[in-house]
């Protein structure tokens, strides 16, 4: 890359990390999930007890205590097996390093600094894949959007495993991408670990693994370095059992059999792909159902798109499988928002190369979104103002569709996703969580 690029990028992930710093203790608002405290708990007690005790709803635990901070009350149970612990240690461990090493001290200021920073690594993956996969336009774009977008922004303040899930999933992706003709026993050592971690992270974690396993597989990696792959990172997730064994096998169990037991069915499909949700709240973002779309899309041209569609597409199912079909809980998409962003800036570039009318999808949907959150909900709006605003947005580009005028097409492409891009850092910078 030249200086300038480099500067454009590094330009942007100064944005996007601005975008996340401001007032990021503040919104989300403490108490939108309590499971931000939980990994909080989680590391603490583990590093300074050397036992997992953190708060939980379930009522399998033998040893229940009550604890309540500053009006905030969590049943605090050990030993915690609700989740693995490596996102917990990583946040407590950061908790510890400011003083903060009892529940009690635990401070959001504090906590939420670890997947902002753990974002901004994700920021950086994100361009490199865009960029290595298809074109350095495409990873720009695909920066520009999952940095500036409020639901993707937003959601990379609050402490949930699923932020450190995710850079550990698109490193592993990266790594495999660059070095897949040139592997060796140390590099497959590395993306096992990464697969390793990436499940004691989250349960779902085990899609980094899924993930390797098809590609080692499909790409006809050598034998022994699969067998590696395996051996590794099997060992590594089985430990999780020995972990529970060592605490208490019988709890341990009984909480993995009552996660097995949501309410899941085929309305989660629909509830993933139509309900945006920031941590607790719905969040109607055109960006997200522009990428779902996107996403779905992406299917049609599988060998372009491989390398990133079968990771979104093994976790995307592993969600149906997994996730109760109610209640807003808006973090488990964190590690799809990537995937999002790359295959809207894919199809976007694409469809101003070729002079599609796949452009005016975006129109559609992140454009009537940044009507309704930067006119009418704080000015209102008129009929009359609203079709204006149609036509202005849509009559240029049928204009020059009309008159083959291929030029001005992509460039009114280009202005509208640089306008969005701009609408998307003033709603994120704005952006009040409600209580």
């Not at 108490?31 to 603490?44: N, R, V």
């Not at 917990?88 to 400011?98: D, E, H």
């Amino acid at each position: 890359m030249t200086k300038i690029k480099i500067t454009l990028v590094i330009f942007i992930l100064l944005l996007g990390l601005i975008l996340r710093l401001h007032n990021y203790s503040v919104y989300p608002q403490r108490g939108a999930s309590s499971d931000e405290y939980t990994y909080s708990f989680l590391g603490i007690s583990l590093l300074t007890k050397h036992i997992p005790i953190s708060w939980s709803a379930f009522t399998a635990y033998k040893n229940l205590q009550h604890l309540t901070i500053d009006k905030l009350y969590f049943p605090i149970v050990y030993p915690y097996f609700d989740h693995p612990p490596f996102a917990g240690i990583i946040v407590g461990g950061w908790s510890i390093l400011f003083g903060q090493d009892s529940f009690p001290e635990v401070n959001l200021k504090t906590v939420r600094l670890v997947p902002i920073f753990l974002s901004t690594v994700s920021q950086i993956l994100v361009f490199l894949l865009a960029w290595k996969i298809f074109n350095f336009k495409t990873g720009v774009w695909a920066l520009l959007i999952y940095s500036t977008t409020a639901i993707f922004a937003i959601s990379s303040r609050v402490v949930f495993a699923e932020n450190v899930l995710t850079p550990l999933m698109l490193l592993a992706i990266y790594l495999f991408y660059i070095l897949n003709k040139k592997i060796t026993l140390i590099k497959t050592t590395i993306i096992s670990i990464l697969c390793g971690l990436s499940f004691w992270t989250k349960e779902l974690g085990i899609v980094t693994f899924l993930t390797m396993l098809y590609f080692f597989i499909s790409y006809k990696i050598k034998s022994k370095f699969l067998l590696i792959l395996i051996t590794i990172s099997t060992l590594i997730i089985l430990s999780y059992g020995l972990y529970g064994m060592y605490f208490d096998w019988e709890v341990f169990r009984k909480i993995i059999s009552l996660q097995s037991d949501r309410d899941i069915g085929p309305k989660t499909l629909q509830y993933l792909i139509s309900t945006p949700i920031i941590v607790n709240k719905v969040y109607f973002d055109g960006w997200y159902l522009f990428g779902i779309i996107c996403f779905f899309l992406s299917f049609l041209d599988y060998s372009k798109n491989k390398i990133l569609l079968i990771p979104s597409l093994i976790y995307f199912i592993l969600l149906i499988f997994s996730l109760t079909e109610q209640g807003e809980m808006g973090w488990y998409m964190i590690p799809m928002f990537p995937f999002m962003a790359i295959f809207s800036a894919r199809f976007l570039v694409e469809s101003l190369t070729k002079q599609s009318v796949f452009i005016i999808l975006m129109m559609l949907t992140v454009g009537f979104y940044n009507i309704y959150y930067l006119y009418e909900e704080p000015f209102g709006l008129t009929p009359l103002i609203f079709r204006l605003l149609i036509f202005v947005m849509f009559g240029p580009f049928i204009l020059a569709l009309l008159f083959n005028k291929k030029r001005i097409f992509r460039s009114l492409g280009n202005i509208w996703f640089y306008i969005f891009i701009v609408s998307n850092a003033i709603l994120t910078y704005n952006y009040i969580h409600p209580a």
